[in-house]
DNA sequence: CTTGACCTGTGACTTAGGTCGAAGGTTTAT
DNA sequence: ATAAACCTTCGACCTAAGTCACAGGTCAAG
């Protein structure tokens, strides 16, 4: 069991966050001691890690929200239901995932253009890079110009 | 050339949003017409397509400048400093692609776990296949638990 | 010659997701 | 018994990324 602060400091995170979250039902300590302390399990840590994590790859607090509702009205929900939610968010996870792909390819291929070196980087031509679907770039600096 | 109105409407964002891209310093149109009209290029589309492609996987305003701005320093700067920022970047990039990949991997479990059927999910155990990282969960509807 | 699209500048307002402080009160640890 | 951590409610404030409206003015097309 966690106390609010402890579990804040577990993972990172500012109390008034977890006040936040609840008040907003993404999480409610599962119970409270009889001082009223809020008391957090490591399930609901767990949950809170989750949350975290959503956040990160970029669902809203109310896509978050959504999906851990199903775990709570499971019972009065159909299968059908859950799953028909389930496709959706798997749906714009795949969205997404092809997009970061797009922009990892695009990435990489600029890092393999350039040389790293200390030369200016004129000939670095990222935008062609980020913004073509193409094939790859790579430029040369000449080595003396002056001397042509 | 686009005027402002036709690339807005062509990439289904607002007036003021080209504007308020163009304030900070994302986007400015490579010219004006002699009557201070905002004359949009091709290339500037693309740009724009970039900068809405980036903001959906999650960069931020001033990660996507940062990135653009490689472009428009790049006579001033080194390719040292180029690899960098962009090695920083693919970085990023490859950390969401792993917490996506965790996403889709735990939501495909999830979406085959449940049967999809008119049934109570009571048995559909979300976090479990949201939280663990480990094995497959199936649920199974009892048919008749009345007459058991 | 009127209408709609554009220009400028300004400032208010919005949503999401917090963060902070104050006021006033309890609990827990040292 | 005192300090640190917790409780509550309440409301102010913050950033990001816009959006909207107003005022006063120019421009282009039918
Ligand atoms: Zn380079
Ligand atoms: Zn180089
Ligand atoms: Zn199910
Ligand atoms: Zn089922």
Redesign the interface.
């Known amino acids: 069991m966690y106390k609010i602060g402890e579990l804040a400091k577990a993972c990172d995170i500012n109390n008034d966050t977890l006040r936040f979250y609840e008040k907003n039902a993404l999480l409610c300590p599962s119970t409270r001691s009889e001082s009223g302390y809020r008391l957090y399990t490591e399930k609901d840590k767990?949950?809170l890690?989750?949350i975290l994590?959503?956040k990160?790859?970029?669902f809203t607090l109310a896509e978050i929200r959504e999906?851990?509702s199903?775990?709570v009205n499971?019972?009065?929900?159909?299968?059908?239901?859950?799953?028909?939610l389930?496709?959706s968010?798997?749906n714009d996870?795949?969205t997404?995932?092809a997009?970061?792909?797009?922009?990892?390819t695009s990435?990489?291929r600029?890092?393999n253009a350039?040389?790293?070196?200390?030369?200016?980087?004129?000939h670095?031509t990222?935008?062609e890079a980020?913004?073509s679907d193409t094939n790859d770039v790579r430029h040369e600096h000449k080595l003396n110009d002056k001397e042509s």
């Open positions: 767990e949950t890690q989750f994590r959503a990160g790859v970029g999906l851990l199903i775990e499971k019972a009065d929900s159909a299968c059908a239901d859950v799953k028909t389930v496709d968010k798997l996870v795949e997404k995932l997009e970061l792909i797009r922009f990892q990435l990489k600029l890092s350039c040389c790293g070196g200390a030369e200016s980087a004129e670095c990222i935008l980020l913004e």
